[in-house]
């Protein structure tokens, strides 16, 4: 959960998706998401499946959002739900005892709730205002820190982070942030990482 990359096709220029994620692996993403709202099914299993061999061969874990199906499908390592989505019991009978699941919440109750319904760990934001996700709560800090010490699976804080505010998030017991824009949007993918994954050591470590 150190340095969680969430993929967004909106900045891919002259390389691939799998190649964007093959450079943000490289300069230190510990996790990789991939987040699609306007394909087929089937291209996005497709897609999924191309990320996952990039993932696979560096071993780290490879999470599908919202969509349990396409999770399923490409064999991934997990799925990530929203509120508005399956609860985590659901999702885990649905896909198995071996899928990673993780689910979002923006206050205590929400993340208890999926902690005891088998959430593997708590996405919580928005942290910041981003651009990335209009309809996103803000989260303060407070609460965070809140979230981090009623639940005991790990937390990761998502939402406008970047290089130049993530270290406000120090000492909020969070395990790591999950980032957008802040690589993806990147001139140079790899050197994004790099930095944020410096930074969110520091923070986190």
Not at 49 to 76: M, R
Not at 99 to 115: D, F, K, P, R, Y
Request: proline content about 1%.
């Amino acid at each position: 959960m150190r340095l969680y990359a969430v993929t967004d096709r909106m900045w891919l220029g002259q390389n691939s998706l799998p190649e964007q994620v093959e450079e943000c692996i490289r300069g230190g993403a510990t996790c990789i998401q991939i987040r699609e709202k306007d394909i087929s099914f089937d291209e996005y299993v497709k897609l999924a499946i191309e990320i996952k061999k990039v993932t696979g061969k560096h071993d780290i874990p490879f999470i599908v959002n919202d969509d349990t199906d396409v999770a399923i499908a490409c064999k991934a390592d997990g799925i990530h739900v929203g509120q508005h989505d399956m609860q985590a019991g659901e999702v885990r009978k649905k896909a198995g005892g071996n899928m990673i699941i993780g689910v979002s919440a923006q206050n205590v109750e929400q993340a208890v709730l999926a902690e005891g319904m088998g959430a593997d760990y708590i996405g919580v934001g928005a942290v910041f205002s981003t651009a990335t996700k209009a309809d996103a709560s803000d989260v303060t800090y407070e609460t965070l820190k809140a979230i981090c010490e009623a639940v005991s699976i790990p937390v990761v804080a998502i939402g406008g982070i970047s290089k130049n505010n993530i270290m406000e998030l120090k000492g909020s017991g969070a395990d790591g942030v999950a980032v957008v824009s802040a690589i993806f949007a990147q001139e140079n993918i790899y050197e994004a990482a790099k930095e944020l994954r410096a930074l969110s050591d520091s923070c986190f470590g």
